[in-house]
């Protein structure tokens, strides 16, 4: 009896113990779950839920990605993208959306699942990254791009004229990719320091500005790219660029050659239509004569106003320089 009696105090001092194991163990899950650590000056913290571990992770981290874009928003005005684009409103207004829009895709790396918990329909994880681990990967992603702007910046110092702009290209091209890492590095640590860069990229901008300046074109074309020519004149005259036909620096030629084509078909507006099968090729020259840039581009139109109102559309040549740019359109580059 003795020996039943205890047997049954021990069986329930040992439920008793896992009852309160058990609850013990809710109420912390319950905890980082309701309240996960806030963030410091070393790390950031996150819950996410997924079906799997690895979508509840990609959640925790799109909630910091979210929280950093914040941060990035706030600190654009003071970084060194918005210092070189300038007064411009509408350029820089523009260019803090990409920015923003860009910090909520970082690459993340070492990021350490705090706990896990599967509640029988998802999965919740507790996530942690290290702010040095990932202000180092954008510091060494921003040196990258900066030694590859140094190079580009030699050859321009040694360019002509025209060759500087279609280096500006590439420059330009560069300094935009950076945009984008020092609202974030200031964001990753207040008290980055971005000095050796600043004064530099607002060189290179304010010489690029002044070389673009001291263009004075010239332009010339065959009787197939007269409307061409126009468009051409009209999107570098946006640009403030000067135009001159005997003090110029930069000789633009615009040629064409076109081949009619007509397609048969059951659809009688498109059969009605003749089309041009142009070849334009866009040349550069000094004043010296010697040819700076050539680009070619084969491009089709179509008129049911005849072989010369298809040659003189420009429709496929607007929709490429809005897409690129005027400089880049007339320097292939």
Same mark, same amino acid.
């Not at 040694?158 to 500087?164: D, I, L, N, S, V």
């Given at each position: 009896m003795v020996f039943k009696t205890?047997?049954?105090?021990?069986?329930l001092t040992f439920l008793s113990a896992c009852g309160a194991s058990a609850a013990s163990s809710d109420a912390a899950t319950q905890a980082w779950m309701n309240n996960p650590p806030s963030d410091t000056s070393k790390h950031f913290y996150a819950v996410g839920y997924g079906a799997t571990q690895k979508d509840a992770k990609s959640d925790a981290l799109a909630t910091i990605s979210a929280k950093i874009s914040v941060n990035v928003a706030s600190s654009f005005s003071s970084s060194v993208s918005a210092t070189r684009q300038g007064g411009d409103e509408n350029i820089l207004a523009e260019t803090k959306n990409e920015v923003v829009s860009k910090s909520k895709n970082i690459e993340y790396t070492d990021v350490k699942v705090e706990e896990s918990y599967n509640d029988g329909k998802q999965w919740i994880v507790l996530v942690e990254v290290d702010r040095d681990v990932l202000f180092a990967t954008y510091e060494r992603k921003l040196a990258q791009i900066d030694a590859k702007i140094k190079t580009e910046w030699d050859f321009y110092k =040694?360019? #002509?004229?025209?060759?500087?702009i279609k280096l500006s290209g590439t420059i330009n091209k560069y300094l935009k990719e950076t945009d984008s890492f020092f609202p974030l590095l200031h964001a990753l640590k207040s008290n980055y320091d971005d000095t050796k860069y600043t004064s530099r990229y607002q060189e290179y901008t304010k010489e690029m500005r002044q070389a673009k300046n001291d263009l004075v074109f010239k332009i010339t074309?065959?009787?197939?790219s007269q409307t061409l020519a126009a468009l051409v004149k009209s999107e570098l005259s946006a640009q403030n660029v000067t135009f001159n036909d005997r003090n110029y620096n930069v000789h633009i030629d615009i040629t064409t050659k076109a081949k009619m084509k007509k397609y048969p078909s059951t659809n009688k507006e498109f059969a009605n239509l003749t089309f041009a099968l142009r070849n334009t090729v866009i040349k550069a020259t000094d004043r010296g004569g010697n040819v700076v840039s050539s680009v070619e581009y084969?491009? =089709?139109? #179509?008129s049911s106003a005849g072989f010369e109102d298809a040659i003189a559309r420009t429709g496929k040549y607007e929709q490429k320089i809005k897409q690129i740019g005027i400089f880049p359109f007339i320097t292939g580059n």
């Open positions: 205890l047997f049954a105090f021990l069986t =040694k360019a #002509g004229f025209f060759e500087k074309s065959d009787a197939n084969k491009t =089709k139109e #179509g």
